[in-house]
């Protein structure tokens, strides 16, 4: 049982290269989602997906979109990367059956745009 | 104003200090209240979660929340080196989408 894994766990971007993140679980979890942390900042929600074949806008979404592939996968893209998007990326899933339960993370990727 | 407020620290302790940790939010509808604790390098893991005010105790760790004062806190009793990592608190309504804190670093020095 690995819980959820992500690849990259390291990657440098030159600005304006794009990229995917991939994140899976094997939790049989609805929800996924896709955090950001920076130093001093916390962890900030770029996108979520509440179930597959839904996702929607966390609170710092913009230069990134998201694909829920199916139950297990969760990507996250650049188009066009820009030294502001340097951060560690973490991805978390829940079971999310409309009641609070654990969330589960990832071991990050760390992200740095030159 | 954020919605979590958090002292990032570092706050240094040594081994067997009783160590409080705390966190202020605004908004009226958070509900659930959660620790979590991340080391070096590591994704964060859930400590320990409480609904509504009061106290929730698991070993070493008390979780306090007080909804009138929108004040939480964590305390962690006879502080091991191993619990040296930082320690993120974060709050949820009805969505169950946790906004985090900051996260305070804290160091127990043998």
């Known amino acids: 049982n690995a819980g959820v894994t992500q690849t990259p766990k390291f990657q440098v971007l030159k600005t304006g290269q794009s990229m995917t993140l991939q994140c899976a679980q094997d939790m049989n979890h609805n929800s996924m989602y896709w955090y950001r942390q920076d130093p001093g900042m916390g962890l900030r929600l770029i996108y979520y997906?509440?179930?597959?074949?839904?996702?929607d806008k966390g609170e710092v979404p913009n230069g990134y979109n998201v694909s829920r592939l199916n139950k297990r996968e969760f990507s996250l893209r650049l188009e066009s990367a820009a030294p502001s998007q340097t951060s560690v990326y973490f991805c978390?899933?829940?079971?999310?059956?409309?009641?609070?339960?654990?969330?589960?993370f990832g071991p990050g990727t760390r992200l740095t745009v030159l | 104003q954020k919605e979590v407020e958090q002292d990032p620290g570092p706050l240094s302790v040594p081994e067997g200090a009783i160590v409080s940790l705390n966190c202020t939010y605004s908004?009226?509808?958070?509900?659930?209240f959660m620790w979590y604790r991340q080391y070096s390098r590591k994704g964060p893991e859930l400590l320990m979660y409480?609904?509504?005010?009061g106290n929730k105790e698991d070993g070493r760790f008390t979780a306090q929340v007080d909804k009138s004062s929108k004040y939480i806190s964590l305390f962690i009793r006879d502080s091991q080196p191993s619990d040296s990592a930082t320690y993120l608190c974060a709050m949820s309504g009805g969505s169950y989408i946790p906004t985090f804190g900051r996260g305070t670093s804290l160091i127990v020095h043998p």
């Open positions: 978390a899933s829940r079971r999310g059956t409309g009641s609070l339960d654990e969330q589960f």
């Open positions: 908004n009226s509808a958070f509900q659930y």
């Open positions: 409480t609904y509504s005010s």
């Open positions: 997906s509440a179930s597959e074949g839904t996702t």
